[in-house]
């Protein structure tokens, strides 16, 4: 091996070295990166949340066809992501409370809903939000708790 390429692999140890002591970890304290358990965490409730669509699905039949729900997440999406000044959260609520009548109508709302970004005067805010997320943050308590209680009346078990 030549003096030049055991400089450039030093180089490269180096720069290894310097990632995995420094750079990754100051990147986790800085929450710009998962830890290992953020990511186990993560992996739990994803595993959750298809537990509950699966068990939703085999439970109860939805009141309409899938192809129904994809429209409904995008409706609801679009009513929601301007942050606070743009939202049509009356119009988002009655969605919620006309469209959804058991956990299979909700299971199937979150699943095609999948992650969305919110945003601010058109600039992106925060990470992409599933359904619970983005009604939960938009939507006012005395409106979450109007919507839970339907949703107990049809005995869900799913909540905002």
């Given at each position: 091996m030549d003096k030049e390429t055991k400089s450039l692999l030093l180089y490269a140890g180096g720069a290894t070295a310097l990632y995995f002591l420094v750079i990754q970890p100051l990147l986790q304290k800085l929450g710009l990166q998962a830890t290992k358990e953020e990511k186990q965490q993560a992996e739990t409730?994803?595993?959750?949340?298809?537990?509950?669509?699966?068990?939703?699905?085999?439970?109860?039949?939805?009141?309409?066809?899938?192809?129904?729900?994809?429209?409904?997440?995008?409706?609801?999406?679009?009513?929601?992501?301007y942050s606070a000044i743009d939202?049509?959260?009356?119009?988002?609520?009655?969605?919620?409370?006309?469209?959804?009548?058991?956990?299979?109508?909700?299971?199937l709302?979150?699943?095609?809903?999948?992650?969305?970004?919110?945003?601010?005067?058109?600039?992106?805010?925060?990470?992409?939000?599933?359904?619970?997320?983005?009604?939960?943050t938009n939507l006012d308590k005395s409106s979450l708790d109007y919507l839970n209680n339907r949703y107990i009346k049809n005995k869900m078990i799913f909540r905002f």
């Open positions: 409730i994803e595993a959750g949340k298809k537990e509950f669509i699966e068990k939703a699905l085999q439970k109860n039949k939805p009141t309409r066809p899938n192809s129904y729900f994809v429209l409904l997440a995008d409706q609801l999406y679009e009513f929601l992501k939202d049509k959260k009356q119009k988002a609520l009655e969605l919620l409370y006309q469209y959804i009548h058991n956990d299979a109508d909700i299971a709302l979150y699943k095609y809903f999948g992650k969305r970004q919110e945003y601010a005067f058109g600039v992106p805010i925060g990470k992409p939000k599933n359904l619970s997320e983005f009604v939960s």
